[in-house]
């Protein structure tokens, strides 16, 4: 067992009583390992999943229809299935959270902490690509990790920003259908994961974590619509950031009623613990005053690219990238709601649904590491050139062609490493690289070879 701070002992003791002796005997047991499938790549039905599940070892998590315990020695963190985005590695108790919130295709739906992605990328696959998804992450190296955890998983639908909650919240006044606020937090439910945690762990760390907390909670409520819901979520036992918080929230805000509240246990359970609580904002006018009022409009970060003359850079950037899909993309169709979006050189489909209040005007002056979908650069003379992003959200069959090879085959091996590859006969230009139907990246083949475009930081060690 490791050597546990005496204040959490004590605490833990107070609240589980009789309960106590189990809990701390759970520190004796090994840790639980989980990982959920992409839906957005794998349906329930498809033939690849025996073969993941005999790989791996896995075993269903019951409160996750996606979600499996995996064997510790399996690591699929590390095989090439994970490079092609077919699952995210995730703490099994924390899937409870998303599950909870439950979004249904074609809805507005905010997950305001969101690195490194675990929710993000489950509430992504609920969706099922229908709708938008805004994931936030004040952290400016953790929105990198979230922005291309998002990437890798195919995600079409998802713009990343990296904001504080109250920048969100002054733009963005009940916008959303669903709102997730998994709050920054103590931890304690790490402790078996990460002994850091047990060192960072102190009773004046639980009480600033609580005041963070009540802090935040406000400006995730604010961005709900009425009638809409929000799950508030922690990885922590006490009861001071988490019953606590929400009993302190409801009394500062009546038009909230708590729905259902979830404790998961290490000693209970297979998993390392989470709290979830689900709340409904009532559907009547909100009271003056609680909103925070909206912002002045400007644009930074990302450059604006200036078009000919009059023309939006948006529509030469367009036609490039038709010019390119007419010829390589031949079985694929852009999103059908959204609007195309040129951040310096970068094309991007941002997946706005009609009507939404996220629009490009609404999102100049907030940082956005990912504002929808990267199509793909515009490079000398228009010449339009794909991102990895539209590799990793189409299927292998949209390209006019695919080089695919099996799981633990040379080639596969080869793509991911950084190599050339033979191309198939007849294939010219760019194309997909693919393991058992799932792409890896783009290729771009002539006389008989495919040159390698696996972005470096991507490429296997
Ligand atoms: N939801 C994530 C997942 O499932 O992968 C985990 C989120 S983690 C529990 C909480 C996040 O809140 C961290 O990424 C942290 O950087 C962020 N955070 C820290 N301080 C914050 C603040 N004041 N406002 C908003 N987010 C904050």
Redesign the pocket.
């Known amino acids: 067992m490791p050597v546990l701070p005496p204040d959490f002992v004590r605490n833990m003791t107070r609240l589980l009583g009789g309960e106590t002796d189990r809990f701390l005997r759970s520190y004796d047991e090994p840790r639980s390992y989980g990982l959920r499938l992409n839906r957005l790549k794998l349906d329930e039905r498809h033939s690849l999943i025996p073969a993941l599940t005999g790989l791996f070892g896995l075993r269903p998590v019951p409160w996750c229809p996606d979600g499996y315990f995996y064997e510790a020695s399996a690591r699929p963190g590390r095989h090439i299935y994970h490079a092609a985005g077919l699952y995210y590695i995730?703490e099994p108790s924390?899937m409870i959270?998303?599950e909870l919130l439950d979004p249904v295709p074609g809805e507005t739906v905010l997950?305001?902490?969101?690195?490194?992605?675990?929710?993000?990328t489950?509430l992504a696959a609920k969706l099922r690509g229908e709708g938008l998804l805004v994931a936030?992450?004040?952290?400016p190296a953790?929105a990198k990790i979230?922005s291309e955890n998002v990437e890798r998983l195919g995600i079409p639908n998802a713009i990343v920003t990296q904001a504080?909650?109250q920048e969100l919240s002054a733009r963005y006044p009940e916008t959303f259908d669903r709102v997730?606020l998994?709050?920054?937090?103590s931890?304690e439910g790490m402790f078996r994961k990460d002994p850091e945690a047990i060192a960072e762990w102190s009773e004046e760390a639980v009480e600033t974590c609580a005041q963070?907390q009540r802090?935040?909670l406000p400006h995730a409520a604010a961005m709900l619509k009425p009638g809409g819901t929000l799950v508030y979520?922690?990885?922590t036992f006490n009861t001071l950031e988490n019953e606590e918080t929400v009993a302190d929230f409801l009394q500062r805000f009546p038009e909230f009623r708590l729905l259902r509240e979830e404790r998961m246990w290490p000693h209970l359970g297979q998993g390392e613990g989470h709290y979830a609580a689900l709340l409904r904002k009532d559907d009547v006018s909100q009271e003056q005053g609680r909103r925070p009022a909206g912002m002045p409009a400007r644009r930074e970060g990302g450059k604006p690219r200036k078009g000919k003359g009059a023309e939006p850079p948006e529509a030469s950037a367009l036609s490039s990238y038709v010019a390119f899909a007419q010829e390589s993309l031949p079985g694929f169709r852009l999103p059908p709601h959204g609007q195309p979006l040129v951040f310096g050189d970068a094309l991007f489909w941002l997946p706005v649904p009609p009507g939404s209040a996220v629009t490009p005007a609404s999102l100049r002056g907030l940082k956005v590491p990912r504002p929808g979908l990267h199509l793909g650069d515009i490079r000398s003379g228009g010449r339009f050139e794909p991102n990895h992003s539209l590799a990793m959200a189409i299927p292998a069959e949209a390209a006019r062609f695919a080089a695919d090879f099996p799981a633990g085959s040379a080639e596969a091996a080869a793509y991911w490493h950084g190599e050339s590859l033979p191309a198939p006969p007849g294939a010219k230009g760019w194309g997909l690289a693919a393991v058992d139907g799932f792409p890896l990246g783009w290729v771009k083949a002539s006389d008989g070879q495919c040159k390698n475009r696996l972005p470096k930081g991507l490429r296997s060690p």
């Not at 902490?113 to 929710?119: S, V």
């Open positions: 995730q924390a959270a998303a997950d305001l902490a969101a690195a490194p992605g675990g929710k993000t489950q936030n992450e004040i952290h953790r979230l504080a909650p997730l998994d709050a920054p937090c931890g963070r802090d935040i979520s922690t990885c």
